[in-house]
């Protein structure tokens, strides 16, 4: 992420999470993130041959990456499923971006 707004936590939030619902019972799971370093891009799945410019080009602009661990050191469960029927059993990932109110300096 380039600096400006997106980055800047005047302006804006990222939350991602798991949310979880089995049996009516719904759980969320927050996950931390960071911006993605060298070691994260080593670990992306490899990109079409079509793709190795634009990947190049987020990578300046900077992306930011799940933890794969909790808050306490333990690893998270990243399994994701949707049987289909509405009020179902599923799990996914969601990623809210919050706009914030900008501080005022005066």
């Known amino acids: 992420?380039?600096?400006g707004v997106?980055?800047?936590?005047d302006f804006v939030e990222w939350a991602p999470y798991i949310t979880?619902?089995?049996n009516d019972q719904r759980t969320l799971t927050p996950l931390g993130f960071h911006r993605c370093n060298e070691h994260d891009y080593d670990n992306f799945y490899p990109v079409?041959?079509?793709?190795?410019?634009?990947?190049?080009?987020?990578?300046?602009?900077?992306?930011l990456?799940?933890?794969?661990?909790?808050?306490?050191?333990?690893?998270?469960?990243?399994?994701?499923?949707?049987?289909?029927?509405?009020?179902?059993?599923?799990?996914?990932?969601t990623l809210l971006y919050r706009p914030c109110i900008p501080r005022v300096i005066t």
């Open 65 to 93: 990456c799940l933890d794969k661990t909790d808050k306490f050191g333990d690893p998270l469960d990243f399994r994701l499923f949707k049987s289909g029927d509405w009020g179902s059993t599923y799990r996914d990932l």
């Open 6 to 9: 997106l980055d800047n936590q």
């Open 48 to 63: 079409a041959k079509s793709d190795v410019e634009t990947l190049k080009e987020y990578k300046k602009k900077g992306l």
């Open 1 to 3: 992420m380039s600096e």
């Open 20 to 22: 979880e619902v089995k």
